[in-house]
Every structure is written in structure tokens, then in C-alpha cells.
């Protein structure tokens, strides 16, 4: 065994290249010209040209498609950074070195990522004690200034988006208020006293069972209220209280005491006094500024106008204002966690409430009274149920208005929209989906695809184009998370409605403190354990694979972003709460299942502009459902809840053609907050209209959706046999016509396994004389797809999709010069081509058929087949990454063995603990018989983690880590050949040996090339 040894930076520049000014609207970003080439990025990266078409198999790769848009055709095979996947960039607040800024951008744009997200994260810093100087290099200040202007001025050049937290960490948070202050996040707090009956009570109030923070020195009564106890609550259930025996004693109050004496009889009386206060929550992590910051009201437009003055007084000059619209990025803000052990309140909510739900809340104060997230008083069920889901809609209402849309406001001052993880609490979701300009979800907290369909649901009845995910974080996974499972993650998040992937995250290259690989915002500690969310970029092996992983998601999210998305059916929820992981009745576990697609409304949406009907469809220029299902509130425990005014609305929609499922008993249909009971008759009498209706079914059990739907003539747009598929239907409306299938063998929760799926898919085509292309997003080429059958307006092709995999089916018209042909069947592995000249692959000799639709049979002759050919000699030479001399320069020492039989690093001997980058070579002579146009499929086997693979030195397009069988082509000669496959890893099993206190307790990870590797040759012979 051999060693060489090199040092190299970790923050080295990698080749940048310099590119155009992209605009916010996706549209013109489109028009611009890529600033990284896909094919030569991919090929820079492995110091190799790329390949010639010559070199490929005939008859099928071409750059565009008949019918297809020409600008549309030429982003598939280059796409550019315009649809590219982002990164979450954790700052160390504003120590960072603007050259070192400039390096980072350049290394992004390098790799093929078209986005960033400046982000103040400092967990792992926290975590060990490290300061920083907060007053000269916190956020804000003017160092952390002169980082963001350095982001933007060089991505302005390489044409990469910007967008920047509206503060440190999350949530939302300023220096300039104070607890006490008006802006501030505020709780509503109680104490509590237990009075006997006929016993009087004579004393100051009960103190607030949370105690304030220290910077929290105000505090202001709201109301003091008794009422008799019914049930004695406990550790898990709520006390009940005779809610007709309230009495408001709050005018009675003096000097903060009460004298009252409770009524007689039987049973105690409990005595509440609430007191509105400062929550004092600061942002996570913090502290991150000098002074502290606090997190502001979000339900005030007072909080909101907080942040503004920061920015405008504090961060915002000309230039500065300039370069934040020049890259066309977002203000952005992380999940609302708005956290407190008491209740969340804002001022002027009491007020807010009477005015949006049309009654007193004080009355029903006790029942939103919360300790420790979890309710202390109930009245009534019913009652109880109908107050809180009120209070739920004023707060969601409340950040709608007061937060949302005046920091939407600001930010298109500054040529910027607004992004933002718009969910946390018990707020529409849904709704704020479609206000915002992008929503965004994240793949960590959410629990199931439902969940991102929920924010897809407003996201395309508002109107927008985009839903962003915080994508790739896994807990415990720092250092060691795979493409492997990074690609089944967002493969099965794009089939639930994601179009635009934010990885989190890359790091910046150091801060003070911290060891190799160099800082990251949660690890290596984490909560006195593994850190999560890998940290990305020239510190990892796997970054030298990243350009071909870029361009495919930037050509999936390409597909995913164009065109306008389809729908089944659209399923009618009282409430848009988001990340419950609870899914639609029927649809999740078995409409899915055989290709049925879904998505989700809230009574808000169905007010948007597209919310209309024609031809049956709601929404016909968005999501064109072709039919709403009405069910139960899974909620508040399955009960049949609607607003009067949705009522109204699902009505006038059934009644201008919206086909409508009714699930449940809504005969005696139930308001979703308190009502009188002439509204509560209207809600029924409009409900019983809709049940009236002859495009209408009503049905008992959610078992019988499927039929209802069948009865009303609703149909999917793809059908298939049971199996984990899930499709995405994007449709070009100004396309001529074209349809875009986005197809993905996907996990609908993490937790699940999946096996390989082979079968036939019905999709619907838009043109009756449309047919199938395939776009491989690896390559970025276009293939027609001879193997197909046609049954009116419907295509059927085969799809071969290993666990986690995608494919995207273009239906698009052939062109006047173009004979396409439909093949369905065929006794060979495949076929390509149009009718005049079609040609079949075959792995063995013989004659092989091709059955044509109407029954005309073709054949083609193969003499003779190589047979398979096992690799089993390997020279593997490893560069071996370890710690150089700073906490950001790598060492890599180059290691040499023979292999004779293909085992993981961890089982060789002197590479156990090795992460880096190794080359396997094989050579393989396969005599001057080797049949001239032969062509061969390498069987890689198991491969841990991404790899790229040469053959007689040229480099094979990017390969797919999820399938490692890689077609050759023709690239194999007669006599002597070489192959190499290069394999990069995660740093975890080096890691594992450099910060043992950490990352000891992992697993070593099975890196390397482990097989059974084999030639499968294969011959191609035309049809006559």
C-alpha cells in the first residue's frame, strides 16, 4: 500500500465562472443564459471532456422535442441556475471575512446551485461556549453588513439568488424593543386561586403561574373572572367549570386585591386573574446581537413595523438597497414558533376578535387559558371547541395581516418577494401558502407528503409558482448523509407538490473555536449529541460529484416549475394546520396507491380569483380539480363543521358544474366556531341544497369515495396497478398543449420502505396526437418512446423505478416531419426509434418481435450476444482525508491496494476509518472478437455513495446513485479496455477518529464500490 500526501484549503476556489443578473420573476430568469453549462461543469469537475454523442447508443438522445417549446427544450439539455436548487448558508453572525463570502459564492454557483439563504444559525457555537464579539460582529452590525454585501455582489455576477433572514435565527426578532415594549411577542398569563362556596375571598390576586423573565418588568390585568368547578382537571385533562357560572369580577378589583365571596352551596369556585406581559422570547440560540434581541409581536403591526425600522435605520444604504434586488431573492422567515408556557396573546386581541368573529371573547376566557402548551379549563364541549377554533382563526387572521403582508410589503420595496415557513401554530397554513410569494416547508419537522400538500394546496389556488422546501436534514446525520437518501427525500417530496429544494445547509468556511472540517450550525454538537443537517460544500468528498447532482435537480425542478400542475380531486378542510401528518380520507392510503392525485383547500381559498368553475373544473386555469370531497373536521374528532359562508360557496360551485362528494351526515352540520341558531340553520339548509344537487353524491364511510367519484364520471389522469408511484401532472397552457409527467417511486413518510416498481401507467394527454418522450434528468436528454399504446386521450408507457427514483414524461405533439411509431410489445429489452427506422436492444440471441398497435408484427435477427462478464480484479486508489493545519485546510494522503474481491473500506485493512475519494480501476481485454457496435450495461452493485464512471478515458454523463447500472454504450473496443468508477463519501468514518467525543458513537458507514460488478453486453439490430 502506497501513500502520496497533499494539503489542500477547504475554501479554494473551484473554478467559477461569471454569469447574468437574474431577475426575481421566474419568467425572465428564464430567458437568461445559464451561468454554469451542466455538461462542462460536470466535466471540469473531473478534469475530463465531456462525451460525444457519437459515442452514445443510436436512435435515441436528442436535444429537443417536436411540439415542445424550442427555449424549453434547450433548458432540459442545459438548465442552467434559473430552477437550480438553493442552500441554507449558515453564518457565524458577522464574523465572516467578505473575500471568504466571494470564494462561497463562486463555489456554490461552480457546483450548479442557483440559490442561497443567508442565515444566522450558531447552534453548535452555542452549544461549546464559544463567543463572539457581538457588538462589532453580531447580526446587523456593519461587518454582517459587508458579508451581505459581498454575497450580493458576486452572485449578482454569477447569477445566483440571495435571500436573507429578516433576522437572527428564528423567530423573527429586533434589537431596538424590549419585552415591555409595544412590538414585543406578548402572553397572556393567570393565577389561579380556589375559593369554597360561601367562603370569601380576600386577598391580593393570584400571581401568574409562569414567572416573567427578567427583562419582562410590566404587566397588565385584562380580566378576573370566577366560576364554579365542575371536575377537578389533572395532569392530562382539563378542568371543567360551569361556564353559565361565570362571573367577570375585574371592576371590582382595587390596588390589585379582590375581596368576593363565592355564592353558596355545594362544590368551590375557581378564581382566575389574567394579566397580559412581554413573553420575553428571544430568537434561537441567542443571544446573536448587543443588545439582545426579542422576538416581536407577530399578530401587531407594530412587530412588523419593528423589523422594518431595524433594516431602514440600521442595515439599509443606496447600495445596499440596490444589490438586494439585483439577484432577485426573498426576505425569509423560519417556522412560526411563537413559544411561551402561558397563552399567546397580542394587546389588541380582545379588540381584533370582537371585531373579526362578532362577539366578547371575555365570557370564554377561560377556556383558552394554556400553562405549558396544554389547555387548563374547559366549559361545554361544543362551547369549548367552537371559542378556541375562533381564537385560532383571529391569531391566523391577525399574522395574515399584521405580519405577512406588511413584511411582503417591505420587502417589494426593496425589488425583493417574501419566503417564508409560514406554520408552527393552529393557523391557516393553507391560506397563508397562497399569500406569501413562496411558501416553504421542510423536510424535517413534516411528518408525511400530506403535509406538503397542504402548502401546495394554497400555493396553487393563490396563484404562485413556487413551493420551497428546507430540504435533506436528518437528525444525527451530520457528516454522513448520503445521496442516497438526500435523492429518495426529495424525489418523494417533489411528488407531493415541492419545486424548489433549499439543502440544508452549507457553512461557512470557520468562526472562532471550532475544529475540522470547520464551523457548522449544529454540529459537531448538538444537544450533547450528533449535530443534524449536513454541511455542504469543498469540505465534503461528495462536493466533487455535485455538479451532476445540481443539474438533475435543477432539470427536475425545471419540469416542476413549468406549465401549471393538474388535479384529481380537491379535498374541502375547515382548518389549513400544517405538519400533522394527517392525510385525506380515502385518497392518502388508497387512491394514491393506484394513481389518483389530491390536494387540499380552506374556506379562504375558495374566495381567491381562480377559484371559479368552467366545464366542470374548479379552478380551470390553475389546478382544474375535477372534484371537491367535503369530510369530516379530523381536527376536533371527525365532526361535520363548515362556515356558512364556505357552505354558501361550495353551493355556488356545485351549482355551476363542481362535481362535490359529501362524506359524513351533514344533515345536522355543525358551525365551525360559535354561532346563533339562525346561522346554524342556514348552514344546514345550504348543505342539504348541495346534497340536492344532481352533481352531488353523498356517501356514509370514506371507503366509498372511489365510487361516488366513478358515479360522477370523475376518472384520474393516471391510472396504474397498486404500487408506491406517485405522479405530478404539469400541463403547458401556452405550450401547444404539452403535458409534463413527473413520475417517482416515493415514500410517503420517512419511516417507510419501498421496493422496485415495474409496470404500466396510463397518463392523460392534453392532444389526442400526442406521444411519449422520456427526459432523463442525468443527461439532460430527450427520447422518444416507441414503446407505448394509446387509448383515446390516454398514453400507456412502462415506467422501472428502483426505491426512491423518478422519470419525467414529456406528451407533446410530433412534428409534420416526424413518423412516430407505437410499439406494444416486444420480445426484446427495449426499442427505439420512429417507423422508418426502429431498432430493438437485445441481451440475447434469436429473433426478436415488435408488435405494432393494430396488430402488424416486425422482427429483427441477433446472431450472437457476449454473455455477462464478472469484474472482479480492482486497483483502488483512495484519497484519504484528514485534518490539515487549520480547522479549514484538508490533507488528503493517497492510499494504493489490489483488490480481489470488492468489500466495503470499513473491512480493508489500513481504510476502516478512511472518508475521501476513491478510484477503482479494472481492466478488461476482451479480445478481437468483440463484435464491432456492441454495447454494454455495467452492473455496479452496491456503491456507497455517489460515483461517476470512465471507460477508455472518457467520462460517462453524471450517473443516478439510486441506480447503479450505467449503459456504456458503445465505448468498449476490442482488445484491451479500462474502466473506472469513482466513488466520493461523507466524512463521518474519519470523523468518527478526529472528534471521537462526538461522532465515535456513530456506526463506521460502508463506503466504496462493494459489487458484485458485471458487463452485460447487449447488441442493437433494426426492425424490417
Avoid at 402561558?342 to 368573529?357: C, K, S
Amino acid at each position: 500500500m502506497d501513500d502520496d500526501v497533499t494539503t489542500a484549503s477547504a475554501s479554494a476556489p473551484r473554478g467559477a465562472r461569471t454569469g447574468p443578473r437574474l431577475d426575481r420573476r421566474l419568467d425572465r430568469r428564464r430567458l437568461l443564459a445559464a451561468a454554469v453549462a451542466s455538461v462542462g461543469v460536470a466535466a471540469a469537475a473531473t478534469g475530463a471532456t465531456a462525451t460525444t454523442a457519437a459515442a452514445a447508443a443510436p436512435g435515441a438522445a436528442r436535444p429537443g422535442v417536436p411540439g415542445l417549446p424550442g427555449d424549453l427544450a434547450r433548458r432540459f439539455a442545459s438548465p442552467g441556475l434559473a430552477t437550480a436548487a438553493g442552500f441554507r448558508w449558515w453564518w457565524p453572525h458577522g464574523a465572516v471575512d467578505p473575500a471568504e463570502i466571494t470564494r462561497e459564492v463562486q463555489q456554490i454557483a461552480a457546483a450548479g446551485f442557483g440559490a442561497v439563504e443567508i442565515a444566522d444559525v450558531t447552534h453548535s457555537l452555542r452549544a461549546r461556549d464559544i463567543e463572539i464579539d457581538l457588538a462589532t460582529q453580531g447580526w446587523g452590525t456593519p461587518s454582517w453588513v459587508a458579508g451581505v454585501r459581498a454575497a450580493l455582489k458576486e452572485a449578482e455576477k454569477r447569477g445566483v439568488r440571495v435571500d436573507i433572514t429578516v433576522g437572527p435565527s428564528w423567530p423573527a426578532a429586533v434589537p431596538t424593543l424590549t419585552p415591555d415594549d409595544e412590538g414585543a411577542c406578548t402572553e397572556l398569563v393567570h393565577g389561579r386561586a380556589t375559593v369554597a362556596a360561601g367562603a370569601t375571598y380576600d386577598a391580593a390576586l393570584p400571581e401568574p403561574l409562569v414567572e416573567p423573565v427578567a427583562a419582562a418588568t410590566r404587566r397588565t390585568l385584562v380580566a378576573v373572572q370566577a366560576a364554579r368547578l365542575v371536575t377537578e382537571g389533572t395532569t392530562r385533562t382539563e378542568a371543567v367549570l360551569d361556564g353559565a357560572s361565570l362571573v367577570d369580577l375585574t371592576d371590582a378589583v382595587v390596588d390589585g386585591a379582590l375581596t368576593w365571596t363565592a355564592p353558596a352551596g355545594s362544590g368551590s369556585w375557581v378564581l382566575l386573574a389574567c394579566w397580559q406581559r412581554g413573553s420575553g422570547q428571544e430568537p434561537e440560540a441567542g443571544p446573536h446581537t448587543d443588545p439582545r434581541c426579542w422576538v416581536v409581536d407577530h399578530f401587531s403591526p407594530l412587530g412588523a413595523q419593528a423589523v422594518v425600522d431595524l433594516w431602514e435605520s440600521t442595515i439599509l444604504d443606496r447600495d445596499l438597497r440596490r444589490l438586494l434586488g439585483s439577484t432577485g431573492g426573498y426576505l425569509f422567515e423560519d417556522s412560526l414558533e411563537i413559544e411561551t408556557d402561558a397563552t399567546i396573546w397580542t394587546p389588541a386581541f380582545l379588540v381584533e376578535f370582537e371585531q373579526r368573529r362578532g362577539y366578547d371573547l371575555r365570557p370564554y376566557l377561560a377556556v383558552v387559558l394554556e400553562l405549558h402548551e396544554r389547555y387548563q379549563f374547559a366549559f361545554d364541549a361544543t362551547t369549548t371547541i367552537r371559542v378556541r377554533d375562533d381564537v385560532n382563526q383571529t391569531l391566523s387572521d391577525l399574522y395574515r395581516d399584521h405580519h405577512l403582508r406588511p413584511i411582503q410589503a417591505f420587502a417589494r420595496t426593496l425589488g425583493m418577494g417574501l419566503r417564508v415557513q409560514p406554520y408552527g401554530l393552529e393557523t391557516d397554513t393553507v391560506e397563508h401558502s397562497a399569500v406569501v410569494d413562496v411558501p416553504e416547508t421542510e423536510s424535517l419537522g413534516f411528518k408525511n407528503l400530506d403535509d406538503y400538500r397542504v402548502m401546495a394546496g394554497g400555493r396553487d389556488l393563490g396563484g404562485r409558482t413556487v413551493l420551497s422546501c428546507e430540504a435533506a436534514c436528518y437528525n444525527g446525520a451530520a457528516y454522513s448523509t448520503t445521496w442516497e437518501r438526500a435523492l429518495q427525500t426529495l424525489h418523494s417530496i417533489y411528488a407531493a407538490g415541492v419545486n424548489m429544494a433549499v439543502l440544508h445547509g452549507f457553512a461557512y468556511a470557520s468562526a472562532p473555536g471550532v475544529t475540522w472540517p470547520g464551523f457548522a450550525a449544529f454540529s459537531p454538537y448538538y444537544n450533547g449529541a450528533v449535530g443534524y443537517g449536513e454541511a455542504w460544500g469543498p469540505r465534503t468528498p461528495l462536493w466533487r460529484h455535485m455538479p451532476g447532482i445540481a443539474a438533475h435537480l435543477a432539470r427536475t425542478q425545471l419540469v416542476l416549475q413549468t406549465g401549471v400542475p393538474k388535479y384529481d380531486v380537491v379535498f374541502l378542510r375547515p382548518k389549513g394546520w400544517a405538519s400533522t401528518g394527517i392525510g385525506a380520507p380515502w385518497a392518502t392510503n388508497d387512491g394514491i396507491p393506484l394513481g389518483w392525485t389530491h390536494s387540499f383547500a380552506t374556506p379562504a381559498l375558495l374566495e381567491l380569483p381562480l377559484a371559479t368553475v368552467r366545464d366542470g373544473r374548479l379552478a380551470p386555469d390553475g389546478p382544474a380539480y375535477q372534484a371537491m370531497v367535503v369530510g369530516p373536521d379530523q381536527f376536533r374528532g371527525g365532526r361535520c363543521s363548515i362556515e356558512l359562508s364556505a357552505a354558501q360557496r361550495v353551493r355556488a360551485l356545485a351549482e355551476a358544474g363542481l362535481r362535490v362528494v359529501l362524506l359524513g351526515d351533514w344533515t345536522q352540520a355543525e358551525p365551525v366556531g360559535v354561532e346563533t341558531a339562525e346561522v346554524i340553520a342556514e348552514i344546514r339548509a345550504e348543505m342539504a341544497a348541495i346534497a340536492a344537487l344532481p352533481t352531488t353524491r353523498t356517501v356514509a364511510v370514506q371507503g366509498d369515495i372511489p365510487a361516488a367519484l366513478t358515479a360522477l364520471g370523475v376518472t384520474p389522469d393516471v391510472s396504474h396497478e397498486r404500487s408506491t408511484l406517485m405522479s405530478v401532472r404539469r400541463v403547458l397552457a401556452d405550450g401547444g398543449g404539452v403535458d409534463l409527467y413527473y413520475l417517482a417511486n416515493a415514500k410517503h413518510a420517512e419511516n417507510r420502505r419501498l421496493e422496485r416498481v415495474t409496470q404500466d401507467v396510463w397518463l392523460t394527454a392534453t392532444r389526442s396526437d400526442a406521444v411519449p418522450y422520456r427526459l432523463d434528468t442525468w443527461s439532460g436528454t430527450l427520447a422518444p418512446v416507441p414503446l407505448h399504446e394509446r387509448s383515446g386521450q390516454r398514453v400507456k408507457v412502462r415506467v422501472d423505478l428502483v426505491p426512491g427514483q423518478s422519470s419525467v414524461i414529456v406528451l407533446a405533439a410530433p412534428a409534420a416531419s416526424e413518423r412516430p411509431v407505437s410499439v406494444v410489445a416486444t420480445t426484446a429489452v427495449d426499442v427505439t426509434g420512429d417507423d422508418r427506422r426502429l431498432v430493438v436492444r437485445a441481451t440475447t440471441p434469436g429473433t426478436h418481435t415488435v408488435t405494432l398497435a393494430g396488430g402488424r408484427t416486425r422482427s429483427a435477427t441477433v446472431a450472437s450476444v457476449r454473455a455477462p462478464l464478472t469484474l472482479r480484479t480492482w486497483d483502488l486508489e483512495v484519497e484519504d482525508w484528514t485534518p490539515g493545519r487549520t480547522a479549514t485546510e484538508t490533507t488528503r494522503t493517497t492510499r494504493r491496494t489490489r483488490l480481489s474481491v470488492l468489500v466495503p473500506w470499513s473491512q480493508i485493512p489500513g481504510f476502516e476509518d478512511v472518508s475521501g475519494i476513491g478510484r477503482y480501476r479494472a481492466s478488461v481485454n476482451l479480445g478481437q472478437q468483440w463484435p464491432v457496435g456492441t454495447g454494454a450495461l455495467l452492473e455496479l452493485g452496491a456503491v456507497e455513495d455517489t460515483f461517476r464512471v470512465t471507460v477508455n478515458g472518457q467520462v460517462l454523463p453524471p450517473c443516478d446513485p439510486l441506480r447503479t447500472t450505467v449503459d456504456l454504450g458503445r465505448r468498449l473496443q476490442r482488445g484491451a479496455n479500462t474502466i473506472e468508477v469513482e466513488v466520493a463519501t461523507p466524512l463521518l468514518n474519519r470523523l468518527r477518529t478526529v472528534t471521537p467525543e462526538v461522532y465515535g458513537v456513530a456506526t463506521r458507514q460502508g463506503y466504496g464500490l462493494v459489487g458484485p460488478v458485471r458487463l452485460l453486453p447487449y447488441v442493437e439490430a433494426e426492425v424490417r
